[in-house]
Structure formats: structure tokens, C-alpha cells
């Protein structure tokens, strides 16, 4: 789990001319695709079920959020999308399309040339390689599009589950700094991790 807000910076940005691919196959009919307003109630159902698992690194996972909520989202998702500025995803099964196993982003709050991926997997689906296999997927869209040079991934230091994944990756430790402590489990020492182009 890496540390993501839910909600998209409001002043739009775009960062790169090129959009990444809509749909991003994984393994065993596990697929990323882009996040679209039809996925807000599967999203919301798992952020619901979730909140144990997201509430110690997560801001935004105090509380359950209201339909309303998830919908406004959603619509978010798919206009920053539109933008250049963010591109939300959701990762589930081709064969049942309405289920949310995690949500995955490439967000572009960290300067020019660059995205960082953020994502949450469903707890009971941790351990099968889920979050590994599709932050490599959205390294390899990231670096294909134009005038994206670096991809990072933020995490608090004391989220081992979150950091093993860009070591995994082969992302090198570009420095450790002080940052706000935002969730109940963070230590506000913030790993960033770095690969690029």
C-alpha cells in the first residue's frame, strides 16, 4: 500500500500529452483498467470492507464513504483522466467485471517529467503478487508516454508490505524525508523510491 489520497488535486496540470493503456492485463484474468463512474460502487464496497487494512496508512480511510461520495470520484477519476493530469485505475477479474480488488494510480502531484504510482490491495487478496505485478505494469505505461522521464513510489518507512514492491521492481532508495504524519501507522519518514526512462 502505498501512500495515496483518494482524492485528485484540483487544479489541473496535465502532465504528459499521451495517455496510458485503458486496460492492463495481469495474471489469471486479473486486469487494471481505467476507472470509470460504473466502478464507484464496486469501489466504495471495497473500500468499505477494507478500511481495517487501509486505515493505518491511509488519510482518507477514517471512515466509510458515502455513495455519493465514491460517484463524485469516480466522475473525478475520469475528467483528471481526460485531463493528463492522474489516471485512476481499478484492478479485478474479466470474469466479474463489478468487483474491486484494489485500486491503482499513476498521479501527477510530484513535478514535471514524472508520476507516482499509488495503490491499495483488497486484504484478502494480499500475498499473491497482485500490487507487484501491476506497479510493473504502470512503470512500463508510465515511461512509454511523452515527456515522462521518472516514475516514484511513496511509503511510509515502517510499511514493509508497501516498500517490498519497488525493490521488487528494481527502484532504488532515492532518500528518506520527514513528512506530516497523515495515518495512525506512519512514522513521518517517507521512502521514495525512484526508477528511470
Not at 484540483?10 to 504528459?16: F, K, L
Not at 492522474?86 to 485500486?103: H, I, K, N, R, T
Not at 495503490?119 to 515522462?148: C, K, M, N, Q
Request: aromatic content about 6%; hydrophobic content about 45%; some cysteine.
Amino acid at each position: 500500500m502505498s501512500h495515496s489520497t483518494d482524492a485528485p488535486d484540483s487544479t489541473p496540470v496535465p502532465v504528459t500529452t499521451g495517455r496510458p493503456p485503458e486496460l492492463l492485463p495481469l495474471f489469471d484474468g486479473l486486469r487494471l483498467r481505467r476507472r470509470r463512474v460504473g466502478d464507484a460502487a464496486g469501489l466504495n464496497a471495497a473500500v468499505t470492507a477494507n478500511l481495517a487494512h487501509l486505515r493505518p496508512w491511509m488519510p482518507w480511510a477514517r471512515t466509510a464513504p458515502a455513495m455519493a461520495y465514491s460517484v463524485e470520484m469516480a466522475a473525478a477519476g475520469e475528467r483528471i483522466w481526460d485531463e493528463g493530469t492522474d489516471f485512476m485505475y481499478v484492478v479485478g477479474l474479466e470474469s466479474d467485471p463489478a468487483v474491486v480488488l484494489g485500486a491503482f494510480g499513476l498521479h501527477g502531484r510530484i513535478g514535471p517529467g514524472a508520476l507516482e504510482i499509488g495503490y491499495w490491495v483488497d486484504a484478502a487478496h494480499t500475498g499473491r503478487s497482485i500490487a507487484t505485478r501491476a506497479a510493473a505494469e504502470l512503470t512500463r505505461a508510465a515511461l512509454a508516454l511523452p515527456g515522462i522521464t521518472r516514475v516514484e513510489i511513496h511509503c511510509d518507512e515502517a510499511n514493509l508490505a508497501s516498500a517490498a514492491i519497488p525493490r521488487k521492481l528494481g527502484y532504488r532508495l532515492d532518500r528518506i524525508q520527514d513528512a506530516e504524519i497523515t495515518a495512525p501507522s506512519e512514522t513521518g519518514r517517507k521512502l521514495i523510491w525512484v526508477t528511470e526512462r
